[in-house]
């Protein structure tokens, strides 16, 4: 059975059968049917809040942050990395990995979600201004699916119509193709949906317009962009938080006005009902977490840190996070920060760890324990701290290649220090998808493509005013001689690293290679023109029946 299809018939199966297991069983006792199910009112609600679970599957998740953020210009694979293939571009960057073939999974049952929406709520029990509002959500959540795979993957399997049948047969279709479909929706999600909504995490036409904005930009329609973005700042009723901080603290982060949209974490199951396939082959309905646990992917393994006498003065504790130590910073992203004039560097890395236990003879609980810097510093100077200090020189080599994998820098960003217990993995934070500091961004590269690099400037200088330490507000600002594409993409890595955008970043400017061969020694050597698209899953291409019309992406293994 063609995978794609076999998830998109699960999709169809979960979004029919709500939470009632009953409805798994051979015998339909009930007598109700897809049909007239998806006519009910709560059948209809159902069916377009299970357009929304599989955002859980993307936003602050393992392979999803492997496959956007990792392999990059800003991070590299640390010692608990699960997916080096994806950090160093190795051999193993085939379609059999697993974090690939999970995601198109999830995007495409995704995709089968919206489109099972978008065919049955015209004929659901709803009232016309509900209904309006539910298709619109359909069509913003269908662009958003569609806009990772297309990015992802390429011009692969476009389709609009749900699912109600297997089939071996798929074809290709032009990313111009995804684009025209991605456009039409938002534009259609725009013109259905409220500006303002009393469920906080549903798609609004605010959200519409700013995904258009960012859709424009990967068109290079920068007219569209422009329009878009400034109208997403000037009219509706967002606003950047006061500080960066405000956006990294646990306490603030869910709630500041500069959130657009963002995939809801919480223990309310409203858009939490999942599908998996059972070993027997057939669905089992279950609930996504209604936890973010993105916290645990960047922290570093403090715990391990040795003094001199080979004790430890830093135990795990719920501040300081629970050490998964996937990822790590490269130099590069270190260096991209002057921390003498922006707060964001502060709010993104650890630098010092306070000793929380009595184990070690010199270093008493409540001192400092733990200093990090990025800047190298002499054995005579580090003698004169009772603190165990890690430096650049001993995390990185002078290249920037990495010398320690396990002692580094924890990029805090995503901390949750009001987690429930010290190995609870979970967390409240929502996972952003759009803020408004993105759109200055985009206004601002706009109008430098436009050739109004002064109007450019004003856009940029409104998101580094905002991250500038208190009195520096002035220096942080730059000169429209200075806007150019790739001080772009350092601010954008600044501002926004860590937010699952920074692969398709460089990939949509060109920068993708470059950027990794000349910051990123770990895949410098093996990232090619190819890696600009993600293989097919080879569970995909053993289903495909038209194998000459659907096969695996150049520069990957056609495997039998």
């Known amino acids: 059975m063609n995978k794609i299809f076999k998830w998109c018939m699960l999709a169809c199966v ?142 692969v399997y476009l389709t609009t119509k749900e699912c109600t049948s297997p089939s071996g047969y798929v074809y290709r279709s032009s990313e111009e193709d995804f684009y025209k479909q991605i456009t039409t929706d938002l534009e259609n999600a725009m013109n259905l949906l409220p500006e303002k909504t009393a469920e906080y995490g549903r798609a609004t036409k605010g959200a519409a317009e700013a995904l258009l904005a960012r859709i424009c930009l990967y068109k290079k329609d920068y007219e569209g962009a422009l329009k878009h973005a400034d109208h997403v700042i000037s009219n509706y009723d967002y606003k950047l938080a006061d500080t960066y901080e405000e956006l990294c603290n646990i306490n603030t982060c869910n709630d500041v006005k500069e959130n657009i949209f963002v995939c809801v974490y919480d223990k309310n199951e409203i858009f939490g009902t999942s599908i998996e396939e059972g070993p027997d082959g057939k669905p089992i309905i279950w609930r996504t977490p209604g936890n973010n646990p993105s916290h645990l992917f960047w922290v570093m393994c403090y715990d391990q840190v040795l003094d001199k006498d080979g004790k430890k003065p830093v135990t795990r504790s719920i501040e300081y996070g629970r050490g998964f130590n996937r990822y790590m910073p490269t130099a590069h992203y270190l260096d991209l920060f002057n921390e003498r004039i922006d707060a964001r560097y502060n709010a993104v890395f650890q630098q010092a760890w306070i000793c929380n236990n009595n184990n070690s003879s010199y270093i008493h609980k409540g001192d400092t324990a733990i200093v ?179 096969s695996q992406n150049d520069g990957y293994s056609a495997e039998k």
């Open 14 to 155: 979960a979004t029919t059968l709500g939470s009632c297991s009953d409805f798994l069983e051979e015998e339909n006792r009930s007598g109700l049917t897809a049909d007239t199910f998806y006519k009910t009112e709560s059948g209809a609600n159902a069916l377009i809040n299970s357009c929304y679970t599989p955002l859980r599957f993307w936003y602050g998740q393992e392979y999803a942050i492997s496959m956007t953020e990792v392999g990059t210009d800003i991070f590299t694979r640390a010692n608990g990395c699960g997916q080096p293939e994806l950090s160093d571009y190795n051999s193993s960057l085939q379609g059999s990995s697993n974090a690939i073939t999970k995601e198109w999974e999830r995007l495409y049952s995704a995709l089968n979600s919206c489109n099972t929406a978008l065919d049955r709520l015209p004929n659901a029990a709803l009232g016309e201004s509900e209904k309006n509002i539910r298709m619109g959500e359909a069509h913003f959540l269908r662009a958003l699916y569609l806009w990772h795979i297309v990015e992802t993957w390429g011009n």
């Open 372 to 550: 990090f810097t990025k800047y190298s510093m002499s054995e005579e100077e580090q003698a004169k701290h009772n603190y165990i200090v890690i430096d650049r020189d001993k995390v990185y080599n002078a290249d920037g290649s990495v010398k320690n994998r396990v002692q580094n820098v924890t990029f805090k960003k995503f901390l949750d220090p009001t987690r429930e217990s010290i190995n609870y993995t979970g967390s409240k934070r929502h996972g952003v998808v759009l803020r408004l500091a993105e759109m200055y961004l985009i206004a601002a590269e706009a109008e430098m493509n436009l050739g109004k690099k002064k109007e450019g400037a004003e856009y940029i200088n409104w998101v580094r005013r905002r991250a500038a330490l208190p009195g520096h507000e002035s220096e942080m600002e730059i000169q429209p001689d200075q806007l150019t594409i790739d001080f772009i993409l350092e601010e954008r890595a600044r501002e926004l690293g860590g937010e699952q955008q920074r692969w398709f970043d460089l990939k949509r400017t060109g920068k993708l290679i470059e950027y990794v061969k000349k910051y990123n020694p770990d895949a410098k050597d093996n990232i090619k023109e190819y890696h600009h698209l993600r293989p097919i899953p080879q569970t995909q291409l053993d289903a495909v029946i038209n194998k000459d019309d659907f």
